[in-house]
């Protein structure tokens, strides 16, 4: 499965290694996507928001347990680049330890937090009994949520991009099946949803784990490998981390969000949760062109491949630009079609293209600052990463999305403008980040 990401044409590699991922990235949210659609299909409002409350917030703690991944992807890169397969070792046994020991945390001390958790997120009144139901059922399968994920770091470390896409391929026909028994055939509702989306976690992992069994992975381990060892436990969290908090703080921003949405009622919560959605999809290319670069740009730095690794960086983020620019377009012109394949209630869809054409010129400006992320992350600069993002959830994001819900009460536009804004200020520290690392040569050095 080990595969050398540091030789050959750049753009080639890089759409190459970045497709799987895109794909992944598809599948995986076309988990609460199914979730949301058969949910809508099935049952009311209420249960439509549950599903959509409650998935957010294991979007979050998903993603920050993927950002908490991303030290095992740099560390193994930059292990497999520099041809060290003792250290490549060390780090993915290492991890399969630490992350073991978190899963047991998290699954303990969050069961007992559910309530609390929906009464901060102020979910609407009407929601709150099916919310909590589908967290708790949800929160069961964290091990699941962990296992697929540092399975699918340890492997893109090693240069494997397409066994995640087959694991995740299997997660989401099992949950999409699972959801028509279980919503559909059986009326489970919201606890239904989550039922069918554990589940298919569990098959997921079950899938993975029985194919590497049978195919090697490329590095032997031995049980001395998972020992826990200082020093590759220290390289693991000081750049995983940050990248957890940083996408844990988005994930906060996003929920303050949603909380102001649903204090304006229930339409409202509604059409921001089918807007986050879609746009989930459209962050499909710049969530892969981040991942794709940190972990090509971490076998370069291995590798001594600095200029390679920057041009990686340039390739991808022209690519996310592009993309970002088609997203605007047809956003302006078709939101009302898209929201309208969630539901069918008139207020929901005008709620919804109105925050969707504010909230989609996002998707261009996070192109720009993923990439970079992602190049900080390969060098060990994750705190880089870490500080434009809390910037600008702390100077822009949270404080105009406040004050648009306040001032304006009849449009959710400004609202979704409010996201732009903040990407914009980090595009902005990204630059001249990287410029003054640059100037004083450190990007050079960082990685050797």
């Known amino acids: 499965m080990e595969q050398n990401l540091t030789t050959g044409n750049v753009p080639k590699t890089v759409l190459y290694f970045s497709l799987p991922f895109l794909l992944s990235y598809f599948l995986q949210t076309l988990y609460g996507m199914a979730d949301l659609y058969i949910i809508g299909q099935f049952n009311g409002v209420e249960s439509t928001t549950a599903v959509s409350v409650g998935s957010q917030a294991m979007h979050m703690l998903t993603v920050m347990i993927v950002g908490l991944a991303m030290g095992a992807t740099i560390q193994i890169g930059r292990a497999v680049g520099g041809r060290k397969q003792q250290e490549a070792a060390q780090v993915i046994g290492n991890t399969v330890t630490l992350f073991l020991c978190l899963s047991a945390v998290l699954t303990t001390g969050l069961l007992f937090a559910v309530k609390p958790l929906t009464a901060i997120l102020a979910t609407p009144a009407e929601a709150v009994a099916d919310t909590v139901c589908y967290l708790t059922i949800c929160l069961i399968g964290i091990p699941f949520i962990t296992a697929y994920n540092i399975i699918s770091a340890m492997l893109r470390g090693m240069g494997d991009s397409k ?46 784990l029985a194919v590497m069994k049978k195919k090697s ?190 001032y304006f009460t009849s449009t959710l ?14 595009v902005l520290i990204c630059v001249g980040a990287y410029a003054w690392l640059n100037k004083r040569r450190f990007l050079n050095g960082a990685g050797s």
């Open 163 to 208: 066994s995640p896409l087959y694991f995740v391929a299997v997660a989401c026909a099992a949950n999409i099946a699972l959801d028509c028994l279980f919503i559909g055939a059986m009326g489970l509702g919201a606890a239904g949803a989550a039922l069918g989306t554990t589940v298919s976690q569990a098959i997921s992992v079950l899938v993975s």
């Open 217 to 406: 992975i490329g590095i032997p381990l031995s049980p001395r490998d998972f020992r826990p060892r200082k020093a590759t436990m220290a390289g693991l969290l000081k750049i995983g981390i940050p990248v957890a908090l940083q996408d844990g703080f988005i994930q906060i921003s996003f929920i303050v969000i949603t909380v102001f949405a649903n204090r304006r009622g229930l339409n409202d919560a509604a059409a921001v949760g089918i807007v986050e959605k879609i746009i989930g999809i459209l962050f499909l290319v710049p969530s892969s062109m981040l991942s794709a670069v940190s972990a090509l740009a971490a076998q370069n730095i291995g590798a001594g491949k600095h200029d390679r690794a920057a041009l990686t960086l340039r390739f991808a983020s022209s690519a996310a630009v592009f993309w970002g620019i088609a997203a605007v377009a047809v956003m302006q012109f078709f939101a009302e079609p898209f929201i309208g394949l969630f539901t069918d209630h008139a207020d929901v869809i005008l709620s919804g293209s109105q925050y969707m054409r504010g909230y989609v010129w996002d998707c261009l400006l996070a192109g720009i600052h993923f990439c970079f992320s992602g190049y900080f992350c390969a060098y060990g600069l994750s705190g880089v990463s870490f500080l434009h993002n809390f910037i600008s959830i702390l100077c822009a994001r949270i404080p105009l999305a406040y004050l648009a819900s306040a």
């Open 413 to 426: 536009f400004p609202m979704g403008l409010a996201s732009t804004i903040g990407s914009l200020l980090s």
